[in-house]
């Protein structure tokens, strides 16, 4: 296909999709092309921390101050996708009281609300806390949805006129005499040819940049940095719980929708195509949760994953975590000679929309248009909706299911229904598609029992394709498989004998 | 009160063990917290369905026996297996027995659309080892979400579809409570009329495996004559209805005979005195309470029964630290592919036993006088990749029972 726009934005993550709103709501044409689904990289593999900042303020007052300025935006734009739950920062008997100090003083220079507590207060606003703590500050720390976050930037960008490409990989860039012209890109999945022409290309592809910038014979170097993380089968705090000491592995717990989770590590990795979780790190990660959450040692956990960071190194530094988090912004004309090439990465989710703006200005500034950017106050689609966890549990309380159909998935309580009205959307080219705009097959089974559910209605409705229908079930248990066999051991090992005895067992796959 | 034995597991090797001891006449006390995998797994009666297709049992499984010396099938042989096997089957007279059909393992459809090789076919499954695809359809019911007709025969390439009965449309239906309106004759007379109306010349009908817990074989009979079909059950996601009526049946055998019945009842130690077991500690919170008895078998399968346990990096024996036969680091206990490839390593550990499995202390000597393993306990058994589970829960609930009481 040969298509022709203003801005081409290669990246379906939170930058990616932020940039097309952005632009879209500035009247900008753009494309955005993603080689996976929206949330394939780090935007689907990351905390969901909605930071307050308070995080870096000790270390890194301007990206603190980034983040709580973009904390209040959030809330604002995109109340559906956050619980506000609020964060401890908690210190434990041997956690020093003058970084505390240090921390509260950062909060209330940088405009972060800093409330102390003292120990009982703590415990009795979130008993699963470890009794030996000595104090804990209050900070407006959340949990935010990821993959809700993003599909409905996609979605509001669509509706105002950029158009989305997923799957479909970009394969050259296209420039002549110093100035880009466009990239070719394939479909994945049909192996289509796309040509497509812009004066205007965003590498907006997070820790991939290096791998676009790759086709124009240009390079970032980007440090990757593995950041690995751990989902229980139930929430055991009620907010965000940070250590309060400079930052370190496993030192945060968020508890996000049904479950917790805690994280992350830093470990600097050479090849992005091999990230997987190590039974060790695990080890790593429950040793240290469990001096924030006891209950950490008996909690039963159902998947590990990991997510890259890209970090550009501004100077030498051995610990990826010593780099700075705050994102870059290359402009390629001016570094490399090659004009109307953008590469943004690194920041954290939280700064997806600053960074999108940030960008969006640059690309303005170069077209010699003036229009402001209306993102910090235009909310997103579905925000009339706000976050409401127990309503949604009261309503399956009830007995009759009025229109939802059959409840497919019993950790998350997902009907029919839901199903029914995302495949009604459209563009869901795979299973990994439908399982990235629900919760289902994200709680405690981890999908072992819904996704035969979900394969069941896909079939109905003719969705399976041509091929041999349980090859979608072996895929989907191999990919599972991933996540959950780092973390196999303990309780876990009783729902694993449980799946390895209906599909291996019982289904004989 | 002191009994002859105590079997402390319910899953389908204690359950067997204890039928054999009642049958032997010996007083018994069968304590499980749950009901084991039998429950939710079970359809028929698999022994070995690794071996190659059309392989005929009786010569092949004791080649295969002699091949793996460590198995627990090795401790009876063949006859052993087949003798347990036969005493199992005379808890089932007609009309819902269970049988072999032919001379080796018969293919049987799953609810997944694949096909599973089983021994023992239960009556209601007869009518699917020689599916014919053009003349199946496969039913479902609207709503009921652990069977998906469409998708099943997707996979087995015949047709399927989903009857719509306003009775049940609008909740969420269990196997189980479709499985009691199974059993009455108006629900029946829906079904079979919804049935009719969708066949297209089809000659046998898949079912979900839900024909009821009392009479599967009266429902089934009935539904064939109102449809004019051939109908068989399928296995589908737990629980399964096929595996409740194995349990129901030797729940009502054992308390005909006199056997004590405690199910829900975890046992929380095995009391011992010098080389011997003397007793178990039963928690009723608040209450404790001690059974005595002069022997025990147990039967308290793997990690969902309880009968492991693991922390981070080690495998158990809870109740009595008996010793397994490995210890594996604990990146190697699972494979990197869940389906293909080398079987997980963690499936092979379990308690090593003698030939009359009397579990073996760290010197090779039996643990106590009076205590015998049964089930998937068992060190040298894989019952996921052999297919195997239900026969080495029966062979070994036997041989466990008559070896304790012939002591």
Known sequence: MHLKTEVIIIGGGSTGTGIARDLALREIPSILLEKGDFTSGASGRNHGLLHSGARYVVSDREAARECITENRILKAIAPHCIEATGGFFVSLPEDSLYWRDQFIRSCMDVGIEAEPLQRDDVLQRDPAINPDLVAAVRVPDGAVDPFLLVIENARDAERNGAKCLTHVEVTELLAAGGRIRGVMARDTITGEPHDIEAPFVVNATGAWADHILKLAGLHLGLILSKGSMLITNRRLCRHVINRCRPPGDGDIIVPNETVSILGTTSVTIDDIGRIEVTPPEVSRLIEAASHLIPAVKTTRFIRAYAGVRPLFQFADAADGRAVSREFVLVDHGARDGLSGLITITGGKLITYRLMAEKVCDLLCGKMGVRVDCKTAVTPLPGAERPFDLSGRLKEFGDVPLQGRGETLCDCELIGRGEIEGILRQGRLRNLQDILHRTRLAKGTCQGAFCVYRLLGVLQEQGLTGGGEPHEILKGFLEERWKGVRPILGGLSLREEELIESIYRGLFNL | ?407
């Open chain 2, 1 to 407: 009160m002191r009994y002859d034995l105590i079997v402390i597991g319910m899953g389908l090797s204690g359950l067997m063990s204890a039928k054999t001891a009642v049958d032997a006449g010996a007083k018994v006390l069968v304590v499980g917290k749950g009901t084991g995998g039998l429950c939710l797994f079970t359809s028929g009666i698999d022994v070995m369905g690794a071996l190659p297709a059309g392989a005929a049992m009786g010569e092949a499984l004791p080649r295969w026996i002699e091949r793996h010396p460590d198995h627990p099938y090795a401790k009876m042989g063949w006859e052993g297996v087949r003798e347990a096997l036969e005493a199992f089957a005379e808890l089932f007279p007609p009309p819902y027995g269970f049988a072999p059909e032919g001379e080796g393992n018969c293919l049987l459809p799953t609810g997944a659309g694949t096909t599973r090789p089983t021994y023992l076919v239960p009556a209601t499954m007869r009518s699917a080892c020689r599916l014919e695809k053009e003349r199946t359809l496969l039913v479902g019911f609207q709503g009921f979400r652990d069977f998906y007709a469409e998708y099943a025969a997707a996979g087995l390439k015949c047709r399927g579809e989903n009857l719509a009965i306003p009775e049940i449309a609008g909740r969420n239906n269990s196997a189980t409570s479709l499985a009691r309106l199974l059993e009455d004759l108006p629900f029946r007379e829906q079904v079979a009329a919804e049935i009719v109306r969708r066949l297209r010349g089809e000659t046998h009908v898949g079912f979900p495996a839900l024909l009821g817990f009392r009479n599967p074989m009266e429902i089934l009979k009935d539904l064939e004559d109102r449809t004019g079909t051939a109908i068989f059950e399928i296995p589908i996601l737990p629980p399964s209805v096929p595996g409740m009526r194995i349990f129901r049946r030797f729940r009502q055998h054992l308390i005909a005979r006199g056997a004590t019945f405690l199910l829900g009842s975890p046992v929380s130690r095995i009391l011992r005195n010098g080389p011997s077991c003397t007793a178990v500690e039963i928690l009723h919170p608040p209450v404790t309470q001690v059974y005595e008895a002069d022997r025990f078998v147990l039967a308290t399968g793997r990690f969902m029964g309880g009968g492991l346990c693991a922390d981070e990096e080690t495998m158990r024996e809870p109740l009595l630290g008996l010793p397994l036969s490995a210890s594996l680091p604990r990146e190697h206990w699972f494979e990197r592919s869940f389906l293909e490839g080398r079987e997980h390593a963690i499936h092979g550990v379990g308690v090593v036993t003698d030939g009359d499995l009397r579990p073996l202390d760290g010197a090779g000597r039996p643990y106590a006088a009076n205590l015998w393993i049964a089930g998937t306990l068992l060190a040298h058994q894989r019952w996921i990749d052999e297919k195997s589970r239900e026969g080495i829960e029966i062979a070994t609930g036997y041989r466990a029972a008559r070896k304790a009481l012939a002591s």
